[in-house]
């Protein structure tokens, strides 16, 4: 679908917030991207491929600054990826309705603007953890696996929160492993989509450049100090419109 200079420059801009945002705890930004280009009615297929390749980027970037700050372990980061990388496949391989897919996506577009609310208004200091058993960990990722594959996302925004709400990982640790678990997931994702012939590329350098750029920013970030409260907020809001807009679209 071609567009207006103007129009392609704004979504750059809004990817980069995205990025920028996401990046900070370690999330590639597939839930936000998904969540701006639904805002410009882009077919389903083209969105999720899009998400996902964006995903990879900024993920992949922002992974690299959390290991370099000493904050990813692959003893605790691979039984989450163990499943999930099969799982994503499958999902990516699946075709669901539009109807559905927007359904989908407008659930997980509610569930990320709620963790990127809370995230903001959390003021807590005990980052003391215990890690989860192997079999558990296993087994949730090949769930989230599996709905990333489904949606086009990566899954950091389901994991992020579980491994903080049980005290898995801390905080840094938890992004260096989202980040690590986005990466493998999209790529997944994107292999299944590719099997059943499902990627549809358009005109996506200029997301490109606006997610690099602002992945590179919020990962160099939030390996090193917290993100503003009132950006997350107002990134929750965009999420909530998106996902409501997607219900309307879908009843």
Same mark, same amino acid.
């Given at each position: ?23 900070? #705890? ?21 969105? /999720? ?11 992949? *970037? ?10 990813? /372990? ?32 407008? #659930? #997980? ?38 709905? /990333? ?58 997301? #490109? ?41 879908? *009843?």
């Amino acid at each position: 679908m071609e567009l207006p200079l103007f129009t392609n420059l704004l979504i750059a801009a809004l990817i980069f917030i995205v990025a920028a945002l996401y990046s900070s #705890v370690g999330h590639g930004g597939a839930s936000g991207y998904l969540a701006v280009l639904s805002l410009f009615a882009f077919a389903p297929s083209f969105m /999720s491929t899009t998400a996902l390749i964006l995903n990879v980027l900024v993920a992949g *970037v922002g992974m690299i600054h959390f290991i370099r700050a000493g904050h990813f /372990s692959i003893r605790n980061a691979w039984p989450f990826v163990l499943l999930s990388v099969p799982s994503a496949f499958l999902g990516g391989y699946l075709k669901v309705s539009e109807k559905v897919y927007f359904l989908l996506l407008a #659930v #997980v577009l509610l569930f990320a603007a709620y963790r990127m609310f809370t995230s903001a208004k959390g003021t807590a200091t005990d980052e003391s953890t215990k890690r989860p058993s192997r079999s558990v960990a296993i087994a949730g990722g090949a769930g989230i696996g599996l709905l /990333s594959g489904v949606v086009g996302v990566g899954g950091g925004i389901f994991l992020s929160p579980i491994m903080i709400f049980l005290r898995w990982a801390t905080t840094k640790q938890t992004a260096a492993i989202s980040a690590f678990f986005i990466v493998v997931n999209s790529l997944a994702g994107l292999g299944g989509r590719a099997v059943r012939g499902g990627l549809e590329l358009g005109t996506i350098w200029p997301l #490109v450049l606006g997610a690099f750029a602002g992945g590179f920013l919020g990962s160099y970030m939030g390996s090193t100090r917290l993100s503003g409260a009132f950006l997350r907020k107002l990134l929750a809001l965009v999420l909530l419109i998106a996902s409501f807009k997607l219900i309307l679209i879908s *009843v």
